[in-house]
Structures are given as C-alpha cells and as structure tokens.
C-alpha cells in the first residue's frame, strides 16, 4: 500500500507528526498498511455494525487491530490496552485513527471479544479458531514456512486469574458468595440471610479471619471445617426450597453455586469417627480449586513441579517459528488428549508435515496409531519404557509373528495357543498368548520368566502391540535419536508464546484463555508475516 503524499496527509496523521514510528517488518507496520487486506469482512460477519441495521459500532478491523497490539509486547489488561491506544502514535496509526479521534473504550472490546469467542455462522467453528487459520495461511502463502522445516507440539502451564483458594475457604466464600446473591435476589439484608440460615460467619471480612482458633491445632481446624461445611450444606438446602420466590433470571446462578458447594463438599470432605466433616485424606480426580475460575484445575509440569489452571498446547514449526495450532484445556488434561485434534489441524493447513516431533508424554502407541491413521504423520517421541521386574525376562524378549500369530519365547519355544481376552485396563479385547505347561515347567528360564506362578507362561499383549515394538525398535537406532534431538528447540517455540503473556490467563474461564492463546498466536504469526513482507518490499525495490 503505498503511503500518501504530503498534501493528501491530515494534520492529525500520527505519521505525520511521527514520520518513522512505523519500522518495516513489525506488528504495528503490517497492521497500518494491510489492516484492510489482511482480515476479509467473512471473518466478522455478525458483528454488530458491519451490516445495514442496528446501531453503530467500531468497526471490527480496528477492534482486531487493538486486540492484537494488546499481545505485541508482554500482554495488556483490556483497560490497560485501551488507555494505551489513547495516547500511542504508533498504535493509533497501526489502528488508523487520528490523533484527538475517539478510542474504543474496554466494554466494546469486551464485547468484541465475546463475539469472536462465538461460532461462526457459517461453519460453526469459534471465530478465533478461524480467524487464526486464516493468518497461518496467509503466512504459508508468503513463504513464511520453507523448504526446510520440522515440526514440533508441546505444553506449558497457564496460570489461572481467579483465585485459588483451600477447601475452607471454597466453602466459606462459596457460602458468602450465595448469600450476598439471594439477600441481592431477595431484597434483603445480608445479616438476614445469615440469621435465616444459621451462618454467621458470611457477614465476616473473610472466612479463615471470622473464626479467631489456632489453625496449627487439628482439634479446633476440625470444629471449624465442620461448622463451614454444615453451614454450607443448609444454605444449599434453603436455596433449594425457595428457588421459587426469587425472579427467573436469577435462578440458574444462584443454582450452579449450589452445586459448586455441593461439589466441593463431596470432593474434599470425609466423615470423621465422631460424625463430623472434615478434610478428606485424598485429592478428588478433578478437584475445583478456584470459585471464581471454577474450570482451573491443580496441574503438573513434572513429578515435583505443579501450577494451577490451564495448560496451553501448540504445535509449530523450529525453522520458521510459525505457531500453526494451539489448544487451551484444564491443567489436569493429558497432553496426549488434545495432540490427534492439533496435528490434524496442523495438516489441514499445511499438507507438507509429515512429521512431528513430541516429548514422552505424547510416546503412547495408541495416539500414534490415531495421528498416522488419521493424519499420515508419524509422531517421532520416545516410547514408553519397557517395564519389567529385576531378575525377570520381559515381554520384549518374546517374538511375535503377527500374521500368523504365534509367540516364541526366549527359550526358542513357539506356541500357537491364542485367543482374545477383555482387558479392563484398555477396555477393549487384546491379544493372548499361553505356552504348555509341561514345557515351560521342565524350562531352565522358568523362574526368570513366570517367577512363582505355576503352570505354563501366559502373555497379554498391548493392544497397540506391533506399533509399541516398531517404536521401540526405531528408538534404538542413532539416526532417529540424532533426529530427536532438535524437539528441544521447542522450548523456544513455547517462549515466543509465553513471552508476550500466555504464561497467565488476563482473564475468567477457559473460554477466554483460548481466545488469549489465539491471539498471543496470530501476533507471533504476524510479525513473521510483517518480516516476510517487508523482505520481499525491499527485494521489489532493489530490482524497480
Ligand atoms: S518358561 Fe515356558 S514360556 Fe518361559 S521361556 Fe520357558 S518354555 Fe518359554
């Protein structure tokens, strides 16, 4: 886009004032000059302004705009964005607006962010998700990704914004919480509410400084856990039998704290000798830990590390840095969960990957038997070390001739005796093998392979058994393990993400993480889409 001329320029231009705030290659750069081209109107069809009726809004270019320079540097809060654009030449002319124009405030941002969290009305996909897609194509179609190029998936920790509380705090601000809503619904005091259902300690400041005990002893801890959660237990119970009274609009919050209360109470409580409810010695398998950010789940980077919220996956390429495919999901989720849903759409966008390189936790044999079958990728990952008893010979030691499925041991003996068998672990039928308890008690290996179980030697295979051992067999030759070795640089894919906010959510619910690591994405994107374009503008230069 060529820039205008002197007598073309508005005295309110940034670009006038501030001729060289644009420097070619970055953010700001390719959003002042390719704002228009760069985001078709299809991805924000439904948005309020954009068609004939109804009121004016801003225009969804410009709200895009601000949405992406809000992740440019270290991630802004929307007020903080806002008030930025007030007053920043440089993002003023990346949004085109002139110097004394109006800004869109932080509630139409909001707003616009709650539309691309919707499905587009044409596919049904949530718009950032297309809205994304549509930046990596452009920059595959810039030449962004070359000839050269490896592919990479990986998780990090995505810390929560709500506040993660212990179980008697859950259960006290919970209760707090839903008595100041039903005095709000009911129009009356909160110290009312509190007399009604026999729970004073709502009216306190807070729920641990209400009750003046000494946490250390486990007496007093007890007393107060179990006065917490029977307080919260009859204010579930009045809630629900005088749902009734309070208006319709109300009812489906006052409700949905209910069941967090209850939910908290079944998960993190036990009934003690004397009847009482207290902490239960046991974590619940998907534990709320937040009221306010009730999908945020406790998490584990490795066996002594933890984090609490989300985990963020993506998928990218080491040469370029491209960020092809990213993923939000709660912090408890297998990294394995969500890997066949990136790499496939990975491959939609780019059909050149063929291979994608994952650390152990993406090694199982029955995600690469999905990924290659769905998406022809081989996922190149350590596989599962193969666990055996010391002193015993493993299931490695057997071979197994699939086709005409027969196993022979590490004694040289061939068995023919197969059937399929239920395995409650996989839930699903898998393959067996049995040898004669004849041979195997006269066998010299006996010991090393049953140990002290009588009979003859009886094998369960994986389900996934032929692609666990071509993993295994290919694990151990040097040229894969030297191919390996580049997945480290992954981390440096995961730091371009991180480095400009995806380490903590700026705001409520998983919904708003996946858009944030969305656009944290599109602007990685686009600064190597900015690169690109300024390279090739000067390149057209050098030969005009
Ligand atoms: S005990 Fe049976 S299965 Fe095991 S090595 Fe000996 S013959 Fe083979």
């Known amino acids: 886009?060529?820039?205008r001329s002197l007598s073309q320029a508005s005295f309110y231009d940034p670009e006038l004032l501030l001729p060289k705030c644009l420097e070619p290659g970055t953010v700001p750069w390719l959003l002042a000059r390719f704002r228009s081209k760069l985001f078709p109107a299809w991805l924000f069809k439904g948005w309020r302004g954009e068609g004939r009726r109804g009121r004016k809004a801003w225009p969804a270019v410009t709200l895009v705009v601000?949405?992406?320079?809000?992740?440019?540097e270290e991630g802004l809060s929307r007020l903080g964005s806002t008030k930025r654009a007030q007053t920043d030449l440089l993002w003023r002319a990346a949004m085109g607006l002139q110097l004394g124009a109006p800004t869109p405030d932080e509630k139409t941002l909001r707003e616009f962010e709650?539309?691309?969290?919707?499905?587009?009305?044409?596919?049904?996909?949530?718009?950032?998700?297309?809205?994304?897609?549509h930046v990596v194509r452009l920059c595959i179609e810039a030449g962004v990704v070359g000839e050269d190029h490896d592919w990479t998936m990986d998780s990090t920790p995505m810390w929560c914004y709500g506040a993660v509380l212990d179980t008697v705090r859950l259960l006290g601000d919970g209760t707090r919480r839903l008595a100041q809503r039903w005095a709000a619904a009911c129009k009356v005091s909160l110290a009312e509410v509190a007399e009604q259902w026999s729970v004073p300690h709502v009216c306190g400041k807070s729920t641990k400084g209400y009750f003046h005990v000494d946490w250390r002893d486990a007496t007093a801890r007890a007393e107060v856990f179990d006065t917490v959660a029977q307080g919260a237990i009859r204010a579930v119970e009045s809630v629900r039998r005088h749902i009734q009274v309070v208006r319709s609009s109300k009812r489906k919050g006052l409700?949905?704290?209910?069941?967090?209360?209850?939910r908290t109470i079944r998960d993190d409580l036990d009934t003690d000798k004397q009847g009482r409810l207290v902490v239960a010695e046991r974590v619940a398998k998907d534990r709320v830990i937040s009221l306010t950010d009730p999908q945020a789940r406790h998490g584990r980077k490795s066996k002594s590390s933890t984090f609490n919220g989300f985990k963020l996956h993506l998928i990218g390429d080491l040469v370029s840095g491209l960020i092809s495919a990213v993923a939000v999901t709660t912090?408890?989720?297998?990294?394995?969960?969500?890997?066949n849903r990136l790499i496939r759409r990975a491959k939609a966008l780019h059909e050149e990957i063929e291979q994608v390189l994952a650390d152990t936790a993406y090694g199982g044999a029955a995600l690469r038997h999905r990924v290659r079958g769905e998406?022809?990728?081989?996922l190149l990952s350590p596989p599962p070390a193969n666990m055996r008893s010391e002193g015993r010979l493993g299931r490695d030691t057997i071979e197994i001739d699939f086709l005409a499925q027969t196993a022979t041991c590490a004694a040289g003996v061939t068995t023919t005796d197969h059937e399929m068998v239920w395995s409650s672990e996989h839930q699903v039928h898998v393959s067996a093998f049995k040898w004669p308890k004849q041979t195997c008690r006269d066998c010299e290996l006996r010991e090393a392979c049953c140990g002290?179980?009588?009979?003859?030697?009886?094998?369960?295979?994986?389900?996934y058994e032929q692609e666990l051992r071509q993993a295994r067999e290919d694990w151990s030759r040097p040229e894969v393990r030297a191919a390996y070795r580049r997945r480290s640089e992954c981390e440096r894919l995961v730091h371009r993400a991180t480095r400009h906010g995806a380490r903590r959510a700026r705001s409520w619910g998983l919904a708003q993480a996946q858009l944030q690591a969305h656009a944290i994405a599109m602007t990685c994107n686009l600064k190597l889409l900015a690169k690109a374009l300024a390279q090739e503008t000067i390149q057209n230069r050098a030969v005009a």
């Open 255 to 262: 409700l949905k704290l209910s069941r967090q209360l209850l």
């Open 375 to 378: 998406s022809q990728v081989h």
């Open 1 to 3: 886009m060529p820039r």
């Open 114 to 133: 709650i539309f691309l969290r919707g499905r587009h009305s044409g596919s049904g996909v949530p718009r950032y998700l297309l809205f994304h897609e």
């Open 331 to 339: 912090g408890n989720t297998h990294d394995g969960a969500v890997a």
């Open 66 to 72: 601000l949405l992406l320079l809000r992740w440019t």
């Open 452 to 463: 002290k179980r009588q009979g003859g030697h009886r094998v369960r295979l994986h389900p």
